[in-house]
Nanobody
Framework: QVQLVESGGGLVQPGGSLRLSCAAS????????MAWFRQAPGKEREFVGGVTWSGRTAYYADSVKGRFTISRDKAENSAYLRMNNLKREDTAVYYC??????????????????WGQGTQVTVSS
């Protein structure tokens, strides 16, 4: 059973940066595809970006493309979401999620078997 724990959220001004971390335990993290989702107040949870188990393929939502970058460190059993040029509309609870080895990045949340508890990101001046 894989357990995921996010950290790194907080309050940041528009235009600022944050890096979220997702620490995995209880499984062989290196063979899981990883993704980040977010849920803003009053809205449904949405896909932000994901990376395949190999790290060779990444895919991002149009709203964050060019600003957000996902990376993973297999030795550390961790994944990261680097967020640059943050906007007020990026305010949300951010979740990391994982599912078994696949050559494609899934965008539907029902494809993901494991979820973290979420970390709040607030973009405000």
């Amino acid at each position: 059973q894989v357990q995921l724990v996010e950290s790194g959220g907080g309050l940041v001004q528009p235009g600022g940066s944050l890096r979220l971390s997702c620490a995995a335990s209880g499984g062989t993290f290196s063979v899981y595809n990883m993704a980040w989702f977010r849920q803003a107040p009053g809205k449904e949870r949405e896909f932000v970006g994901g990376v395949t188990w190999s790290g060779r393929t990444a895919y991002y939502a149009d709203s964050v493309k060019g600003r957000f970058t996902i990376s993973r460190d297999k030795a550390e059993n961790s994944a990261y979401l680097r967020m640059n040029n943050l906007k007020r509309e990026d305010t949300a609870v951010y979740y990391c999620a994982a599912h078994g080895k696949s050559p494609v990045v899934e965008v539907a949340e029902d494809k993901y078997d494991y979820w973290g508890q979420g970390t709040q990101v607030t973009v405000s001046s």
